[in-house]
């Protein structure tokens, strides 16, 4: 699938990777400061932003999208950066074609089954009445049942367009309910012997003691670093400290 894409900044490539019900847009200053060095890509993947839907979500799809993007911008060998869904798809493009990362940071997720928390998130997000003339505060009281956590509503209202006559989600919902099974776990095997830099937020149990011994059997090379006074979403909890950890990376 032809994927939409923010591109900026020139040099040596460097793919961002977005996570579950996010967009590209959301590495937002992330992007505009890796830029200075790098030239930065960050696809909207499939079911997601501006890129198109489609029924298939597994991995090794969604890795074979981003593949076909390195072919087209001609980036070659590249430095793929991925958060939680994104993680997962930049881990499996390195394991299934390895010769296209060059290096690998995968931000707050490991290689493993995770529970099936999101998907109540699906399911609100479906059941939300899409009447003309409904307003974001309107969709936002909405969701509050469901979604308590008001922080978590205002990102993923980010995907719903309230332009036309009648709010339209971005997202394929329909899709992404029924890959979920497949989001939710992560069957692709191989061995990539590059460098890798995993980060997780030090207020976050996305990455656990044990989901080392796993990194290592698939990235022998694997470093682990944590990033300060961050959750799940590391990039955004604290910017700074990120930067800090994944640039030197980078270089």
């Known amino acids: 699938m032809r994927l939409n894409v923010i591109e900026m900044g020139e040099g040596s490539p460097v793919v961002l990777l977005h996570g579950l019900f996010g967009a590209g847009r959301n590495w937002g200053g992330i992007q505009k400061r890796l830029a200075q060095r790098h030239r930065v890509l960050a696809p909207d993947l499939r079911n997601h932003g501006e890129s198109g839907h489609a029924t298939r979500m597994d991995y090794p799809a969604m890795a074979e999208d981003v593949a076909e993007l390195i072919a087209r911008r001609s980036l070659g060998s590249t430095t793929v950066l991925g958060h939680s869904m994104g993680g997962k798809v930049a881990m499996a493009l390195a394991l299934t074609q390895p010769g296209?990362?060059?290096?690998?940071?995968?931000?707050?997720?490991?290689?493993?089954?995770?529970p099936p928390a999101l998907r109540g998130y699906v399911a609100a997000m479906r059941a939300l009445p899409l009447t003309p003339g409904l307003t974001r505060r309107e969709a936002d009281a909405?969701?509050?049942?469901?979604?308590?956590?008001?922080?978590?509503?205002?990102?993923?209202?980010?995907?719903?367009?309230?332009?036309?006559?009648?709010?339209?989600?971005?997202?394929?919902?329909?899709?992404i309910a029924a890959a979920m099974p497949e989001i939710e776990d992560f069957p692709v095997g191989g061995r990539h012997e590059g460098p890798v830099l995993v980060l997780a937020g030090e207020r976050s149990s996305y990455i656990q003691p044990e989901h080392r011994a796993i990194f290592r059997r698939l990235f022998p090379a694997a470093r682990f670093a944590q990033v300060e006074k961050a959750g799940h979403w590391v990039h955004a909890d604290n910017p700074h400290a990120f930067l800090a950890l994944t640039e030197p990376f980078l270089a």
Do not use: N
């Not at 296209?100 to 995770?114: E, G, H, K």
């Not at 509050?144 to 995907?159: D, K």
């Open 100 to 114: 296209l990362v060059s290096r690998l940071v995968v931000a707050d997720i490991a290689p493993v089954r995770y």
């Open 142 to 175: 909405a969701l509050e049942t469901a979604i308590p956590e008001s922080g978590i509503r205002a990102f993923l209202l980010q995907s719903l367009e309230f332009g036309g006559d009648t709010p339209a989600w971005k997202l394929g919902l329909a899709e």
